[in-house]
């Protein structure tokens, strides 16, 4: 069963960056779209990004401009890099598989949530 790892994330000043990691063996353009999703403590988990299989990303707008997500099909891994944090990005990231994007969020077929979660990667912006 599919089952993405995520690397980086950790701690980071007002305005650095970090770049997270999402890697599965099947992460190949079989899978249609990545999705990045973010939950910060005592709030709902909210989607960030979603990336297709042809490399087209969309953003939430909070981080329009600041993240970028890209994948590299031959390695299995989709990224997301985090540039000019603040501190209301801290939070626990997630990658997770759909069908399509739905503007930045993935979903599965029929609008389904999208899947197959990643463990997840801890960022926390302070000064």
């Known amino acids: 069963q599919l089952q993405p790892v995520q690397s980086g994330g950790g701690s980071a000043q007002p305005g650095e960056s970090l770049r997270l990691s999402c890697s599965a063996p099947e992460f190949t353009s079989d899978y249609y779209a990545i999705g990045w999703f973010r939950q910060a403590p005592g709030k709902e988990r909210e989607a960030v990004s979603c990336i297709t299989s042809d490399g087209i990303a969309d953003y939430k707008d909070s981080v329009e401009g600041r993240f970028v997500t890209f994948r590299d099909n031959a390695k299995r891994t989709v990224y997301l890099q985090t540039n000019g944090l603040k501190p209301e990005d801290t939070g626990t990231y997630y990658c997770?598989?759909?069908?399509?994007?739905?503007?930045?969020?993935?979903?599965?077929?029929?609008?389904?949530?999208?899947?197959?979660w990643g463990q997840g990667s801890l960022v926390t912006v302070s000064a």
């Open positions: 997770a598989a759909g069908d399509y994007c739905s503007g930045y969020v993935a979903r599965r077929v029929g609008g389904h949530e999208a899947d197959h």
